[in-house]
């Protein structure tokens, strides 16, 4: 489906493209405040949680890339690519949830290895 | 779209059903010889590269669980969960690119983290 044909893809390039472009207020506007999102260090449960684990990496990215987006009725999946300031090409895959035109659920993947690594390299990191 | 309307969703399917049922030579018939796959740790070209990568993984697995799955005519997305001996929970997202039946490109984002900790937690690791 494409995304006039899939409201769970509309919303979740609205999301992507907000918090891409450092709008990061703009982006928690999609998000439920029960939003349950599955990360890689856990299970984060409501919007300001979320708000924890997203914001401070939005704060790191200087450029992205959508690889991949597709989506139907009620599911979307991207697949990005971001280059952050500890760490160049970083990608990441979410398959989200929408209701009521709101992200109530984020499976989210990434490479946490080399963001480790580079805080370890970091002083007093 | 759905496996029957997208032709690269059909193959990227056939590819995941073989690999999680432990099938990995029926998995490797879905291989182009010139594959490119861009994995966490890098590039790997070709099909013997590909093999040395993903061959082990397959016979860590124990349990695995598709998330999502989509596609058009040329590239599919699969998010999947997979159980693996050493690391229980380890999501995994496959961005592919299919020509004439072969799965010619491959981004696959998966967390390194856990099979990095568990790796140094074992003996001799």
Request: hydrophobic letters at 45%; one cysteine or more; a negative charge.
């Amino acid at each position: 489906m494409t995304e006039n044909e899939s409201p769970a893809l509309k919303v979740a390039l609205a999301y992507h493209r907000a918090w891409t472009t450092h709008n990061f207020e703009a982006a928690m506007t999609y998000i439920a405040e029960d939003i349950v999102c599955q990360a890689p260090a856990g299970r984060l449960d409501g919007a300001e949680a979320f708000r924890g684990f997203m914001g401070p990496f939005v704060e790191i990215i200087t450029h992205s890339k959508l690889i991949a987006a597709f989506g139907d009725r009620t599911t979307a999946v991207l697949m990005y690519d971001t280059d952050t300031i500890p760490v160049k090409d970083a990608p990441g895959a979410e398959c989200i949830t929408v209701e009521d035109g709101k992200i109530t659920h984020m499976r989210i993947i990434f490479d946490r290895l080399p963001f480790d690594a580079a805080r370890r390299a970091a002083p007093g990191g």
